[in-house]
């Protein structure tokens, strides 16, 4: 969902670390098993496998339908 959303923005590139946390809701940020290196590297995993190659109109429909 984080990829998805980052797409849909309009941003370019990768979200660094900053975004990520950013965009993680406060819940899972509160838990002492989320690191954010960690939660990064898994966002470029999905962008880079999944979101990268859809435009931004379907990343924002697959975000919403979600």
């Known amino acids: 969902m984080i990829a998805l959303q980052y797409h849909a923005s309009h941003k370019i590139g990768l979200p660094s670390i900053k975004e990520v946390k950013h965009l993680l809701p406060e819940t899972v940020l509160k838990l002492k098993s989320v690191h954010p290196q960690k939660w990064t590297e ?3 995993e999905k962008f880079h496998s ?3 190659s859809m435009s931004i109109i379907e ?8």
Do not use: C, Q, Y
């Not at 990343?59 to 979600?66: E, R, T």
């Open 42 to 44: 898994f966002v470029h």
């Open 50 to 52: 999944f979101v990268e």
């Open 59 to 66: 990343a924002k429909i697959k975000f919403l339908s979600n």
